[in-house]
């Protein structure tokens, strides 16, 4: 799960950008928020022919990930 783990990296390095330069907010939340987009626009990008929505991806990304060849 290379990609789960690039997206993590990605938001929090981006999080903590926003925190430092723009004066945005560290909420959990939405470093959460921002892993599950970015994650999902990446799983896009590998997949493109996904079946699956967003809303799936937000509630069970594994399985997705798992039957991506469905």
């Not at 290379?2 to 938001?11: C, D, E, F, G, Y």
């Not at 560290?26 to 994650?39: F, W």
Request: aromatic fraction near 18%.
């Amino acid at each position: 799960m290379v990609l789960m783990w690039h997206a993590v990296v990605w938001s929090i390095w981006t999080s903590q950008n926003d925190f430092i330069f723009a004066g945005g907010s560290s909420m959990i939340d939405n470093l959460v928020d921002r892993v599950k987009l970015s994650s999902w626009k990446w799983f896009l990008g590998k997949n493109p022919d996904s079946p699956y929505c967003f809303y799936e991806w937000k509630v069970q990304p594994l399985l997705c990930w798992s039957n991506k060849a469905r």
